[in-house]
Structures are given as C-alpha cells and as structure tokens.
C-alpha cells in the first residue's frame, strides 16, 4: 500500500498566493467588466533592463553554434557571475566573500524552502509572525512540527510577533532556538533592520550556536544609506549566518528565475553528539544532486545587470516601484489609515480600518475598489487587522487604485 507524507496533511490551507489567485479569478468570472487592480502578490510589471535583454539575446545566440554552446553548467553557477556578485554586493560593502561560497539557483523561493533539507528534525525553528509563508510551510512538509492551531500556528515552532509597538523587529526568543528565519527589508511588513538590531541576532546565535537564515531578497530597495545591505557587514556574521538573494525583485526576473544563497565556509552545525561539521559542503551536496544549475543564457543575463548601464537601467525600474511604494503611503496616510513599510521595502503593510478583519478587508477592496491586496492574516496570526500592498505595477494603476480606495 502506497502511504504518504502525512505531514503534508498538517498544512492549513493551500498557499497564500494560489488561495488569493483562486478568489481573484472567481471575482473576475462573476465581473466580467471590472477592471481588477492586482497589488497582491509581488510580482514585477516592467520589462527586463535592455542590458539584460541584450546580453541574453547573444548568449542565446553563442548557444546556436557550436564552438560557443553551452550544455550542463557547474551546478553551483557560472564563475564569472559569482565574481561578479562578489565584487558587487559584498567587496564594495567591505565584506569579504570568496566565489565558493555563493551557489546560484533559481530562486530565493526554492532556497529558503530547500535549505532546512540539511539540518536535523530535532531544530527548534523561530519565524517571525507574519512571516513570508515558504519558511513555515516547508518545516511541516518535513516534520519538523506538531499540528496547527486554530489560530494557524504549528506546536513546535517559536513564533515571534512583529507589532507596530516593535516596529515590526521582534525581541529575541525566551527559549533557546536553533534556526531563525529573518527577513529584512521584510516581507510582509516592509520593516527594515538597523546593524544594531541585527548585531543583537548574530549575537544570540553565536551564544546558543544557533544559525540564522536571512532573506534579503528585497535587498535592493534598501534607501537609507545607514541600513545594511547584507547580514555579513555584522561582525562574526559568517559564522552563524545563511544568506539568500533574489534578482526577481531587483531586475524584474520573476519570469527569468535566478538567484544565489551565500554558505560562508566558516558556518558550522553539529552531529547529536556535538561534533562541529561545515554547512557549506552539505549544502553543495544537496544543490548538485537535486539542482542542475541556472541556465547559461540567464547567468550572462543575469550578469548584465553589474554593468554600468544594467546598474543604472536596475536602479530606474526600482525608483519607479519606489515612488508607487511612496504614493501609497501618501494617499492612504492622508485617507487616514495607519501606513508602514514603503520607505526601504516595495511593500506598504496597512491597518485595516476598525480592526475589519484581514480577509473581510481584502473581499471589500476586491468587491467595491476591485483592488487586490494580500491579507495580512495569510501571512500569520499576527498579521489579522492588517493587509498588505505591493508596489509593483505600472504607476497610472497604482494612482487609480488609490482614487478607488479613496471613494471606497
Ligand atoms: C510575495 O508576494 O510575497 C512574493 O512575490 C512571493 C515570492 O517572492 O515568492
């Protein structure tokens, strides 16, 4: 008899996003005339930078002869994309990584829900509440917790609110924890970590021997020149620390899929009896037998986006997102709801009105402003009362939501 992973069985709901898609299309079917707005799920609206554009179009072509084509790549990334992302987003923050230690992937999605693979069952893992909802899900389907409750937390996990009160930075967990997830600047909230914040995390795993996974997916939206951009720029960072990138959100790759994890080789997690034991060699294990690596012609395209002008056309397509991020907050400060994030982050998370409940908000502004939003409660019990907006789409739209949700 064939039996399954009942763990799976664990899970809530479907997948936050799906969920919200299937409602959305519901909507649609019964509306056929409304003009839906989706600033739901963050998924980029402009194209690709010309530089990425153009270098892909002659990989593309290098791939149709055969002095220049390319079959299977290294697994673990192409040098020169790795040197690149070295040189790039860590030497110029004084932060020294070498190029074996950054594993290109398809996704900081895939990575951050693969990457508890290498660690044992026994963890304690710690997520903020809300949380990007990847991290949670992939810890059930694994085992690594008990049954969820009825207000959707799992027995097992150490949930860690993020209230307006913390500005959305939790304290540190009373108990001991093994692996923390941490997402800055964060998804769902838009918070972003100052180094003292983050110093005190890195601090709390070099005490406990605990590791930190950051997501600085959103990495590129980051303003204010006193934030860092990555978790190593904090002092012994590389010895309890995972890194994950995406260039989704940095150079519209949602369609594209490439990333890139960062396991410093000084990162050590133990056997039962306490032997010390390198992360990174587990996780190029893991990565060369279930991955195959990034296609070439999305490297050199991914590539493009370090050079002068991919820099540039990057950071105009990120300005744009940036000032929706900014109208929104204007407009719907000035209509009087409670606004954060949108400053260092592309998502605007906003008080629902007389605490309307997550998914009673979001049915209203689907109904009556045809605005999709994505529920706060979908992102964890404390996220109820809030819902979350997402700055990418074309500015015009942006502006005529917020005129919807005006005349709600
Ligand atoms: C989100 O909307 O939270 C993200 O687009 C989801 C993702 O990056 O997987």
């Known amino acids: 008899m ?54 892909m179009h002659e990989a593309v072509d290098q791939m149709g002869r055969r002095d220049t084509f390319h079959g299977y790549g290294p697994e673990q990334g192409y040098e020169f994309l790795r040197k690149v ?6 030497a110029s923050r004084g932060v020294k990584i070498d190029t074996d230690e950054i594993f290109i992937s398809d996704g900081a999605k895939c990575d951050t829900g693969n990457i508890q693979e290498i660690f044992g069952l026994d963890n304690i893992i710690a997520v903020t509440d809300p949380v990007y909802p990847v991290y949670v899900d992939t810890n059930v389907m694994a085992g690594r917790t008990g049954d969820c409750d009825a207000n959707s937390r799992y027995a097992k996990i150490v949930y860690l609110p993020c209230t307006a009160q913390n500005n959305f930075v939790p304290a540190l967990p009373k108990e001991k924890v093994d692996i923390l997830y941490l997402c800055y600047p964060n998804n769902p909230t ?3 970590a100052t180094k ?3 110093k005190v995390w890195v601090d709390y795993a070099k005490q406990h021997k605990s590791l930190i996974l950051f997501d600085a997916a959103y990495e590129a939206y980051i303003r204010d ?15 309890v620390a995972i890194e994950f990138r995406s260039y989704s959100k940095t150079a519209g790759f949602t369609g594209i899929r490439c990333a890139f994890t960062v396991v410093p080789k000084s990162l050590k997690a133990y056997t039962k009896d306490g032997k010390a034991v ?49 109208l929104m907050v204007k407009s719907l400060t000035e209509l009087g709801y409670k606004v954060y994030g949108g400053c260092n982050a592309p998502y605007v998370w906003v008080k629902t009105p007389n605490n309307v409940g997550s998914w009673e908000f979001f049915d209203l502004l689907l109904q009556k402003a045809n605005v999709v939003c994505t529920p706060g409660a979908g992102f964890g019990a404390a996220g109820e009362g809030y819902l979350r907006l997402s700055a990418f789409n074309q500015p015009e739209r942006v502006k005529e939501a917020m005129d919807r949700i005006a005349n709600l």
């Open 2 to 55: 064939i039996t399954i992973n009942e763990n799976f069985l664990k899970l809530k709901a479907g997948y936050l996003f799906p969920e919200i898609g299937r409602r959305v299309a519901a909507f649609a079917k019964a509306n056929p005339a409304a003009r839906i707005i989706r600033l739901g799920i963050g998924d980029v609206t402009e194209p690709l930078p010309d530089a990425v554009i153009k270098a």
């Open 85 to 90: 992302i070295v040189e790039n987003d860590y």
């Open 190 to 192: 838009g918070a972003v």
């Open 196 to 198: 003292e914040q983050l």
């Open 225 to 239: 020149p006193k934030l860092p951009h990555t978790i190593y720029e904090i002092d012994g960072a590389k010895d």
């Open 278 to 326: 390198e992360v990174a060699p587990l996780w190029n294990r893991r990565h060369c037998t279930k991955f195959n690596g990034v296609s070439y012609v999305t490297q050199i395209g991914t590539t493009a986006v370090y050079t002068p002008q991919g820099k540039q056309q990057v950071r105009r397509i990120i300005d744009l997102y940036m000032e929706n991020a900014a």
